[in-house]
C-alpha cells in the first residue's frame, strides 16, 4: 500500500517570494506522482505529473516538481508566487502497473500575501 | 478535452431522503470512474471504484448500502446517498480516467448538505 505525507498543512509566502511544497511518499513498488490543485469548493485540477524519464517536471504556470527516488520525495516548487496561486494543492501517488487509484496526501493550504 | 462533468454542484436535503449525483465524461469513454470524498481541511478519500456493466469496488468502510454507484455507459456514473443523514455532509467528488497513461480528469464537485 501506498501512503503520502505533506509535511506542511499551511504555508503563507508573500507575493513573489519563491516557496516549496514538500510531499514525502511511501511505496514497495514504483509510483507514478502527481501535483493537484484545488480552488475553493471546486474539483481538483492536474498541474504536474512524473510518470517516467526526466525526473524534473514543470506545469505551464512555473510551477516544478522534482522526483527523488532516494529520498521518496516530488516537493513542488515555484520561484515566484502569484496571488492567484492561493489554493489547496494536493501530493497524490499511483502504483505503476497497479489498480490506478490515487492516493493523496492531506493537502497544503498556499496562501499567497500581498 | 477529458473533461468531466459533475452535477449538481450543491444540493441541501432532507434528512431521510436520498440524493443522486452524476458524473459525466463528455468528450471520452470512461471504463473506470472514482467517487471521492472530501471533509472540510482534509484530504480526498477514495469511497469506491466505478466500473462500467459491473458492480463497484468499494473501499474498506464504506456502506456500499448507502453509497449506490450505478455505471450503466461508458460516459455516465452515479453515486446516490440513500436515506441522508446530516453526517453525510461532505464534498463529493468523482473522477475519470481518459486515453494515455494515467490521465486522471477531475469533476467540479457536489457539496452536499443534510439538513
Known amino acids: 500500500a501506498q501512503s503520502v505525507t505533506q509535511l506542511d498543512s499551511q504555508v503563507p509566502v508573500f507575493e513573489e517570494a519563491p516557496v516549496e511544497l514538500r510531499c514525502n511518499y511511501s511505496?514497495?513498488?514504483?509510483?507514478?506522482l502527481f501535483w493537484y490543485v484545488q480552488y475553493p469548493n471546486q474539483g481538483l485540477q492536474l498541474l504536474l505529473k512524473y510518470l517516467s524519464g526526466s525526473t524534473l517536471v514543470e506545469s505551464i504556470n512555473g510551477f516544478e516538481a522534482e522526483f527523488n527516488k532516494s529520498q521518496t520525495s516530488f516537493h513542488l516548487r515555484k520561484p515566484s508566487v502569484h496571488i492567484s496561486d492561493t489554493a489547496e494543492y494536493f501530493c497524490a501517488v499511483s502504483e505503476k502497473g497497479g489498480s490506478e487509484k490515487l492516493v493523496f496526501g492531506k493537502g497544503t493550504k498556499l496562501t499567497v500575501n500581498p | 478535452g477529458a473533461v468531466v462533468s459533475q452535477h449538481p454542484s450543491r444540493v441541501i436535503c432532507k434528512s431521510g431522503t436520498s440524493v443522486k449525483i452524476e458524473c459525466r465524461s463528455l468528450?471520452?469513454?470512461?471504463?473506470?470512474m472514482f467517487w471521492y470524498r472530501q471533509f472540510p481541511k482534509q484530504s480526498l478519500m477514495l469511497m469506491a471504484t466505478?466500473?462500467?456493466?459491473?458492480?463497484?469496488?468499494?473501499e474498506q468502510g464504506v456502506e456500499k448500502d448507502k453509497f449506490l454507484i450505478n455505471h450503466a455507459s461508458l460516459t455516465l456514473s452515479t453515486l446516490t446517498v440513500t436515506s441522508a443523514h446530516p453526517e453525510d455532509s461532505s464534498f463529493y467528488i468523482c473522477?475519470?480516467?481518459?486515453?494515455?497513461?494515467?490521465?486522471?480528469?477531475f469533476g467540479s464537485g457536489t457539496r452536499l448538505t443534510v439538513v
Open positions: 473522477s475519470a480516467r481518459a486515453q494515455g497513461p494515467y490521465g486522471y480528469t
Open positions: 511505496s514497495s513498488v514504483s509510483v507514478y
Open positions: 468528450d471520452f469513454q470512461a471504463t473506470t
Open positions: 466505478s466500473n462500467e456493466g459491473s458492480k463497484a469496488t468499494y
